[in-house]
């Protein structure tokens, strides 16, 4: 997934974003690095968040519920939402994460705590928190042990990976709740540093493969128009399986770098899952 550039540039194929990278220097996501002429994950195994949470928290509400899943998360994204909920994790690179109380643990490490909290109600592992696909190494190697061991994996992710990520990933993973942050191409390159295109198509591959269930942030002024909740509805039921796939729409507390406008009504959040659920079997409302 890296092609040789001119002035021995190296180009990242991870994500839509193609960054050219000279030696030593670091992607958008702060998380890819050229390492003499290599594009290497710096941020494979290192982790800031390790929580066994209700599988229902990814959210997955479809998927094992009533169980627990043991949840990893390392720093960095490439995405640049303004209202982000892990900010202090996503926004991170090398440096900052030094500051918060980072870890290494190796897949064989991580498959050794999963499996210990098994009589915690645990089923497996869940790569999230921050966006887990730009160190998809990790994921793939600690999610085919896992599987080795009959745990289960799931995946929670902005979606924005190249089709060739997703394939590596593929055979390990059994769950994955993607964000479809808005249904606007331009607000999700403008507004998020995003790429609609690239997540519609992911969504719609694994779709195919692993239970798939979706969450839309319903930010009031951004995303929160009926027809954008509508064309979100009737593009989901075209899937796949899809008038069966899980959506959430939750609400938006301001904070980080949108704090210009209040929180989301709770009756906006039900009208919008009216309008989801003309399109779509199982709407589910969050963070009312
Ligand atoms: S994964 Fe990171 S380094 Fe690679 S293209 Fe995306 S933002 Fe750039």
Known sequence: MIEKKAENKVCCKVCFRHCSLADGETGACRTRKNKAGEVVSINYGVLTSLALDPIEKKPLSMFCPGSMILSAGSFGCNLRCPFCQNHEISYAGERE???????????????????????????????TYNEPLMSWEYVRDAASLSHEKGMKNVLVSNGTAEPEVLREILPFIDAMNIDLKAFDKDKYSKILGGDLEQTQAFISEAAKHVHMEITTLVVPGFNDDNSEIENASKWIASLN??????????????????????????????????????YLDNVYVGNV
């Open 97 to 127: 994460a030094g500051s918060l109380g980072v870890r290494y643990i190796s897949p064989e490490e991580l498959v050794d705590t999963a499996l210990r909290l098994k009589e915690r109600g645990n089923i497996g592992i869940a790569f």
């Open 241 to 278: 399986n899809g008038k069966n796939i899980p959506y959430h729409l939750t609400r938006f507390f301001p904070g980080f770098n949108m704090t210009d406008r209040d929180a989301t009504p709770v009756n906006r959040i039900f009208e919008l899952r009216d309008i989801a659920a003309k």
